[in-house]
């Protein structure tokens, strides 16, 4: 063998070792660097949201109280248009914003009763009501009514994507799961569509999103798992949105409990995917919680939008579940196996959560008296 072979195979194995010991230094420093941070990072954290956390608190029970001396936007002369707005929440965001002197565009499917609600708003004090008779799941009908509105009034202040649908069911009992799409088609992708389209006239006008997503797109809710995705996703994409918007368009995200409408009526997806209304799965699903005033719901979105809030929490005590659900997610599994999840093999319509409502005779002093009735708007 030539020397210069011989340096060649020497200088070879001098780089291979130098190599593997720089990448057993560097995995032995990734690895320390890993069980540092396993070590004292939570301990760390933990003790910053604490204190954070109390600090938190504190702001927002002093808040509470200066919230209605603090200022709020005049909606004389503006534009909201409110999808969903033929019944139930959106219906009453409608009433809030003709009462505030807002011009509005109302959009649902059912063409009479969107109209029954135009001409209460104008009595409320709206000076002018367009309803434009839409399917938010189809894209061109988002196009075409966002451009009516512009069209219409020449301007758009507040976009507020309400309309949506629900299912309670059991996943397991889901017979015809090809016909779930709209929920994720109406309630997620109709907010999206709408405000795609809607952007770039907001932009002109400062204006605002308003996103009614629910509160079980962050709490665990059986028989709600489909319909709690779809809003999972309506919360994860304003919160995002919101950030590439900031400071010229605000979203506020209303993350409701449960309200009186046509869904809490028991107007839902059954598990063949049919809209039906089934009050006995409504039981089964609501129980024993309390459900708020659309009146005072409503009241509260307009108003918490029109101050820029971030979030709408209703009814107030919902917070303290959500706090429960990040902090110790533990306690509320418990809970809700305690009320939801029914023996296997037995139907869902046995758990403790409607035993009991029916037990206590709660329906009288937990649910409004409206959503008793299984009837419905029809067109
Ligand atoms: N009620 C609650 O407890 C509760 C709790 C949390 C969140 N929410 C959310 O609040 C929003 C309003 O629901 P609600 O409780 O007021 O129930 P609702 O009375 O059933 O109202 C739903 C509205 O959405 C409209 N809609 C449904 N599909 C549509 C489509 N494809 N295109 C256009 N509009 C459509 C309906 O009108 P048409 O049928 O005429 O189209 C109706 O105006 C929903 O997004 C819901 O998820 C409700």
Redesign the pocket.
Same mark, same amino acid.
């Given at each position: 063998m030539e020397s210069y072979e011989v340096d060649y195979c020497c200088f070879s194995v001098v780089v291979y070792v130098f190599n593997f010991v720089i990448v057993l230094c560097y995995s032995r420093a990734m690895n320390l660097i890993h069980k540092l941070m396993h070590l004292f990072l939570p301990p760390l954290i933990l003790l910053t949201s604490s204190f954070t956390l109390s600090l938190v608190i504190l702001f927002n029970f002093i808040y509470s109280f200066l919230r209605p001396a603090l200022p709020i936007e005049n909606m004389t002369g503006k534009v909201a248009l409110i999808?969903? =707005? $033929?019944?139930? &929440? %959106?219906?009453h965001i409608a009433y809030e914003y003709a009462k505030k002197g807002a011009s509005l565009v109302l959009? =649902? *499917? *059912?063409e009479n $009763?969107l109209r029954e609600v135009a001409r209460k708003a104008v009595q409320l004090g709206s000076p002018d009501v367009l309803a434009v008779p =839409?399917?938010?799941?189809k894209v061109h009908e988002c196009k075409k009514f966002v451009e009516e509105a512009v069209n219409h009034f020449g301007r758009l202040d507040h976009l507020v994507c /309400? =309309?949506? &649908? &629900?299912s309670f069911c059991a996943f397991e009992d889901i017979t015809g799961i090809g016909n779930f799409t709209p929920l994720m088609d109406?309630?997620f992708w %109709?907010s999206i569509y709408t405000t795609s389209f809607a952007i770039p006239h907001l932009k002109k006008t400062k204006g605002k999103i308003i996103a /009614?997503?629910?509160?079980s797109g962050w709490l665990i809710s059986p028989t709600l798992s489909l319909y709690g995705a779809s809003?999972a996703a309506v919360i994860n994409f304003y919160e995002r949105l919101r950030k590439e918007l900031e400071p010229d368009v605000k979203v506020t995200i209303a993350a409701? %409990?449960? &309200?009186e $409408?046509?869904? $809490?009526q028991g107007?839902h997806l059954d598990n063949e995917g049919v809209v039906k209304v089934n009050q006995e799965m409504r039981d089964v699903s609501i129980g024993i919680l309390p459900i708020l005033s659309v009146g005072k719901c409503a009241e509260s979105i307009v108003n918490k939008a029109c101050r820029g809030e971030r979030y709408v929490i209703e009814p107030p005590w919902f917070k303290v579940l959500i706090l429960i659900q990040f902090l110790c997610p533990t306690l509320l599994e418990w809970a809700v196996h305690f009320l939801y999840v029914t023996k296997s093999g037995t139907p869902v319509t046995n758990a403790r959560n409607k035993k009991i409502l029916d037990a206590i005779g709660g329906k009288k002093f937990l649910y409004p008296s409206s959503i008793l009735s299984s009837q419905i708007k029809k067109d």
């Open positions: 999808t969903g =707005a $033929s019944s139930g &929440i %959106g219906e959009v =649902a *499917r *059912r $009763s =839409a399917d938010v799941s /309400n =309309a949506g &649908i &629900i109406i309630n %109709g /009614n997503a629910s509160s809003k409701l %409990g449960f &309200i $409408s046509e869904m $809490s107007k």
